[in-house]
């Protein structure tokens, strides 16, 4: 407790935000990198004119009260104002197109990676660059919008991610960690920059539909971690902290995308390690050791925030359906007059969940709150679906959303198989995993590999950029030895290895699982 006083005092902390699908949240860390307060704002996107978005004032808003409650908690335990910051990071979901005019302004609502309206840009640019480019990659947004004949284009200059947007309107700096800039464009890992042979080919096709503004005008420019990316401005401070106790001149990092904070977090960043993060979306990252041979449409080619070349599994479904049932179980409880918290019911539910049969009895669910490019699923309907002869218990009912979580992830790792990719270390985090045990048995089996869970796994990515922030001062060292001889030198963590009936019952679920998607890609045509 007096460390972390002295820490405050002196400015000798780190502040990570990071903007995620249902939680911005604020974590600050002392000397020792471990958190000492933190604050969160729960949020949810909007489906507005068939876009999913979130509005401008709900951006700050969330940010505001998630930075208000983390300063308050700080006030509450070390009697202390927070004056200043040794460093601060932000850090958001990553893809999605915010695109501005020359004055600032937002030339269209906030299309965010849920989004699955750019399947001709898709197409075209995959095949032209010969690299995939999923639809919610940045330039997939941009080009489809060239394609439409968009009006807002005559007036773009600028766009960028969401933490990029946060970065620039507190800093004035266009810029983005090279972690979350792999997710608007192509990489080059040798130059650490966007590629400019792709550049090239994207202004040629661009030109051929009538757009000629030059694509690195229009892009931020791309920083490695441990980069100065700028430093708080008077504006800047007041938009983070109206009452005006937090100063202005504290240096940030470069801002970075989820994927990368989730690297970090689970110091994940060297090659062959790889981590799993599991939210509302979900995603695997695998470091390579060499690029892959031939282009998958399901992987994604990223990086870590230090430039090297990453294997993407990524899902746009994960825990929102089981979410839902939960919120369902506790309306019913709230019915008979019955006070049990939401951590109560989510640790009983999930624990019932390890009762369940390896191959969930037989039952299937599809939790699709939105597309899934994996599964070539357009749209999200969630399904429940059972035969009579299924043995349609709790256990069996929470271990099914469990393992559907993982559905399409487990595709897309089948497909990692074929590039011969080794993988040393796997590390679960994010909301799934804070019951002890249960997702990360279920995952074991999905990966079919061992999977740690960290102590830190619960703090997530704002702990991830945070780390990122503090990194700054340390930058003298690779990211990699950073994070293994200071961070996680004395971190402990429990390692669980799928059996052999939970590794045979999830791939029969999993066989299940494919066999059922024409049902659950017909309820797209009859549930409108």
Avoid at 202 to 208: G, P, Y
Avoid at 298 to 309: F, H, K, M, R, S
Avoid at 379 to 406: C, Q, Y
Avoid at 483 to 508: K, M, N, R, W
Wanted: aromatic share 10%.
């Amino acid at each position: 407790m007096a460390t972390a006083k002295l820490n405050i005092i002196d400015g000798n902390t780190a502040l990570g935000i990071e903007f995620g699908s249902t939680r911005i949240k604020a974590v600050l860390i002392g000397a020792d990198f471990t958190p000492i307060a933190s604050g969160s704002y729960e949020w949810e996107n909007q489906l507005v004119d068939g876009v999913w978005t979130y509005s401008l004032d709900e951006i700050w808003k969330g940010l505001r009260q998630s930075y208000r409650k983390m300063a308050a908690e700080v006030f509450e335990l070390y009697g202390e104002n927070l004056v200043t910051i040794g460093s601060i990071g932000f850090s958001a979901m990553m893809h999605g197109y915010l695109a501005f005019d020359q004055e600032d302004n937002l030339l269209v609502p906030f299309r965010t990676w849920r989004n699955s309206m750019t399947g001709e840009a898709e197409e075209k640019l995959t095949a032209a660059f010969q690299y995939n480019i999923p639809q919610r990659w940045s330039i997939a947004h941009l080009y489809q919008a060239i394609l439409n004949q968009e009006a807002h284009l005559a007036k773009l200059d600028f766009f960028t991610t969401l933490a990029g947007y946060i970065h620039w309107q507190l800093t004035g700096e266009k810029v983005l960690g090279i972690g979350d800039a792999s997710g608007m464009f192509p990489i080059d890992s040798k130059t650490k920059n966007f590629a400019q042979d792709k550049v090239a080919i994207f202004e040629k096709l661009a030109a051929e539909a009538g757009f000629s503004k030059k694509l690195n005008d229009l892009l931020p420019k791309v920083l490695v971690a441990g980069v100065d990316a700028g430093h708080l401005t008077e504006e800047g401070a007041y938009l983070l902290d109206p009452t005006g106790t937090l100063q202005a001149g504290i240096p940030l990092c470069p801002p970075e995308g989820d994927a990368g904070t989730g690297m970090v977090a689970t110091n994940s960043v060297a090659q062959r390690t790889g981590n799993v993060s599991a939210g509302t979306s979900a995603f695997a990252m695998i470091v390579l050791e060499e690029e892959m041979q031939n282009v998958h449409p399901e992987i994604d080619l990223v990086t870590t925030p230090a430039g090297d070349l990453v294997a993407m599994v990524h899902t746009n479904n994960c825990s929102s359906e089981i979410n839902s049932w939960v919120k369902l179980f506790k309306e019913f409880l709230d019915s008979l007059g019955l006070e049990v918290s939401m951590d109560k019911l989510y640790t009983t539910l999930f624990n019932k969940a390890l009762e369940g049969d390896p191959d969930c009895g037989g039952l299937m669910s599809f939790g699709y709150h939105s597309g899934e490019n994996i599964t070539g699923v357009n749209e999200g309907r969630p399904l429940f679906v059972r035969t009579p002869e299924g043995k349609f218990d709790l256990a069996n009912f929470m271990r099914m959303h469990l393992s559907s979580a993982f559905g399409a992830m487990r595709i897309g790792m089948e497909i990692l198989k074929t590039e011969h990719i080794k993988i040393d270390k796997l590390v679960g985090h994010g909301g799934i995993f804070k019951t002890p045990e249960v997702g990360q048995r279920i995952l074991a089996a999905a990966m079919e590999a061992p999977v740690t869970v960290m102590e830190t796994a619960g703090e997530g990515g704002a702990w991830g950029i945070a780390i990122l922030a503090a990194y700054l001062k340390n930058a003298q060292q690779d990211l990699e030895s950073f994070l293994q001889q200071q961070v996680f030198a004395e971190s402990a963590g429990v390692t669980i290895t799928p059996t052999e009936a939970d590794l045979a019952g999830y791939t029969t679920f999993v066989k299940r699982y494919e066999t059922a998607l024409p049902i659950e890609k017909k309820a797209i045509d009859y549930l409108k």
